[in-house]
């Protein structure tokens, strides 16, 4: 099989600047079985292919989709512990993304999904700079700043970060992810105001169930108490409609409805989408949330992930009224402190400066 320049640079850069693989190690690719049209078909074969070619010890191993995993299987967890390193291409690595594996071996979720996207700068973008990118936003954030955010649709929430979080995966995933789209969240018991609900729900990637989203015509406001849903604003029917999803969920599940977890915005330039959201909302969902022009909040259940994920759009992000992001352009990007970083990884720079704006949401955006 031959596979093309920009293809191998994308998985080179998963092997050995995300994973660190080297010469002679194993590699477990955690293959999803029966999961529909999620990940491309071929792609944990490419990537293994690519893998021996570079002296890798590559073997695949299938796993059925699962629609609410706490743990992993037996025969994952037993081909875990016997090779250097684990690469989940299924969602079962998304949903115990919180749960601490143990073993020594790396673990990494794959959040591209396709032969497409690594080929595409959203692969190849070097992945060491979004680790130190995630860093500085992380160190911008937190500290108990005051926060601000905002969207054209209506939102218009306040609150304050906790203190600085010190160790840069206290309370992060236990895996590392692929590309690197997203800074750690923020909690958000202290945010109060109003919460702008357009386009759908969406799932979170944590549990999955039928019906999953629910669109939205127009905009629903969720009015916001210090990390809690206590009404809604909007269209009756609109309205009756959210409020729906969100009882049927809570009931489904034994779980906090009305709470909100927590937020983080997307921090990779070339996370675009190919494809309508809302022709696959589940897909979407799970591999389109590293654009900046995209802020979801976790919600329906005291803890991460939660259920619910709620979509802002074109996002304006301040704190200590610094604008970090506006209007769904990660404008910390050019802060020194990141242009000296980009500086450092050739070819960086001029994936900010052209940004991917279509993720999905069939706007074609170019502003």
């Given amino acids: 099989m031959d596979i093309v320049a920009d293809l191998r640079t994308g998985i080179d850069n998963l092997l050995f600047n995300c994973i660190e693989a080297k010469a002679g190690e194993s590699l477990a690719i955690i293959r999803e079985q029966g999961g529909g049209d999620y990940y491309s078909s071929t792609l944990a074969d490419v990537i293994a292919i690519h893998g021996r070619n ?92 005051r926060v601000t955010i905002t969207c054209p649709s209506g939102t ?39 919460l702008a609900l357009s386009k759908w729900l969406c799932p979170t990637g944590s549990r999955y169930y039928r019906p999953d989203s629910v669109l939205i015509d127009g905009v629903v406001i969720a009015l916001v108490d210090k990390g809690r849903i206590v009404g809604f604003e909007g269209n009756e029917d609109e309205v009756r409609k959210v ?52 802020l979801h909040f976790h919600t329906c259940g005291d803890y991460a992930p939660g259920e619910i994920c709620i979509s802002v759009f074109d996002p304006s992000i301040s704190v200590n009224g610094s604008e970090l992001w506006c209007d769904g352009r990660l404008d910390f990007a050019e802060t020194e402190e990141v242009q000296r970083l980009q500086a450092t990884y050739p070819g960086i720079r001029e994936l900010f400066e052209r940004p991917v704006r279509d993720f999905g949401l069939g706007d074609s955006q170019t502003k």
């Fill in 243 to 294: 409020r729906a999803h969100y009882d049927f969920v809570a009931r489904k599940y034994g779980i906090d409805g009305d709470v909100i977890h927590s937020w983080h915005a997307g921090i990779h330039p070339q996370n675009g989408y190919t494809g309508l959201a809302a022709e696959n909302l589940t897909r979407w969902s799970g591999s389109a949330f590293g654009n900046p022009r995209y």
């Fill in 156 to 194: 218009n929430l306040v609150g304050t970060s906790p203190p600085d979080p010190g160790d840069d995966n206290a309370n992060d995933v236990f895996m590392r992810r692929f590309p690197l789209t997203v800074f750690r969240p923020v909690p958000a018991s202290t945010f109060s105001g109003r």
């Fill in 54 to 145: 570079r002296a890798l010890n590559v073997r695949i191993v299938d796993t059925p989709f699962v629609e609410d995993a706490s743990e992993l299987p037996a025969d994952v967890s037993r081909a875990m512990d016997a090779v250097d390193h684990t690469l989940f291409l299924a969602r079962i690595g998304d949903q115990v993304r919180f749960t601490d594996l143990g073993g020594a071996g790396t673990k990494t979720m794959c959040y591209a999904l396709d032969e497409e996207s690594f080929g595409s700068a959203f692969c190849s973008a070097d992945y060491r700079f979004f680790i130190s990118l995630k860093r500085l936003i992380n160190a911008a954030v937190f500290g108990e700043n």
